[in-house]
């Protein structure tokens, strides 16, 4: 859960607290990929923007795509960089499948399970906040789909509601993109994906896939799309000339309210930031009824 900190709105503090990041795509031995992108060094630079926002989030959620090959080296690479974190911020941490990832190697590797090709589901009571781990990975290709028996398992699994609800996590965003060629690799039969969760308490779903930030709605229920830590899609071109850039990574922060769930778009940026909110300004506020509050920050001088 977020520090502690003095509340001067409508909302309460938000029940729980996630970090959604999407995408690593390490290669063993430190390899750029593409021979241009520091996959190593850029999730480097996004654990350290982790750290520095002095959260103790209630887990930690990576939507696939953990490695660009599915080397047990590179499982073993991430999980050495991310777990230290997660042991420091007292958080448990979701691993989500991606395509890029390959089942039996994620399993033994990262998760310490039997290397075999079943379906790496998971299933997390963050303090009666439900959060369920899909695979959206179809063996041998990069196309996304939830099979009938997956689709049975989640339909068991949201038979009961969970106290605050269900977040889903899963790589291919059930959602349309603006940029042609993706709608090639876009997640399968979402007609059998929407009728299991309609009506059920799923809250959000979390995706990645894209490398690219983007948001809208499934079945009614909104879906979040983090970017990509290792490169991001430039996607200030046309359409049709969209390609990667070694820019724009990002994160999400993800605050569950009891009415309401939002996604913050945290940059990783080496830039300097200003110096007129601070913890003393933050006090000086707190000391203050609301209606000095409001003469002192909202009234217009």
């Known amino acids: ?28 031995g430190d390899v750029a990929l593409g021979g241009r992108y520091d996959t190593i ?6 654990l350290e923007a982790v750290e520095r926002l002095e959260l103790r989030p209630d887990a930690i959620v990576f939507t696939g795509d953990l490695t660009d090959l599915g080397e047990p080296e590179a499982y073993a690479a991430l999980r050495a960089m991310v777990e230290p974190l997660a042991e420091r911020l007292g ?17 033994s590797a990262l998760l310490g399970l039997d290397a075999t090709e079943q379906p790496v589901t998971s299933v997390h009571d963050l303090g009666g906040l439900r959060l369920i781990a899909l695979d959206s990975t179809v063996p041998g290709w990069h196309h996304g789909d939830i099979d009938a028996a997956q689709r049975e398992w989640l339909r068991a699994q949201l038979a009961t509601p969970a106290p605050l609800g269900t977040i889903l996590a899963l790589h291919h965003p059930p959602l349309p993109s603006h ?23 799923v809250r959000a779903i979390l995706a990645g896939h894209l490398h690219y930030s983007t948001s809208g709605t499934f079945e009614g229920v909104p879906v979040s799309v983090a970017a990509a830590t290792c490169y991001t899609m430039d996607v200030s071109l046309p359409a049709q000339r969209v390609n990667g850039m ?45 209606e000095e509050r409001l003469e002192a920050f909202s009234r217009k001088r």
Do not use: C, K
Request: glycine share 6%; charged share 20%; proline share 8%.
């Open 91 to 107: 958080a448990p941490l979701v691993w989500v499948a991606g395509n890029h990832d390959e089942r039996p190697a994620l399993r």
């Open 179 to 201: 940029i042609p060629f993706f709608d090639i690799l876009e997640l399968r039969d979402q007609a059998g994906f929407a009728e299991v969760i309609a009506g059920t308490d």
């Open 246 to 290: 070694d820019a724009g990574q990002s994160f999400h922060l993800v605050h569950v309210y009891d009415d309401t769930i939002t996604h913050a778009v945290v940059p990783v940026v080496d830039a300097p930031a200003a110096d007129f909110f601070s913890p003393e300004w933050v006090a000086r506020m707190a000391a203050l009824g609301p």
């Open 1 to 28: 859960m977020d520090a502690a900190s003095p509340r001067f709105g409508q909302y309460p503090p938000a029940r729980r607290t996630l970090l959604h990041l999407s995408d690593t795509h390490l290669l063993a």
């Open 41 to 46: 060094a850029n999730l480097r630079r996004t």
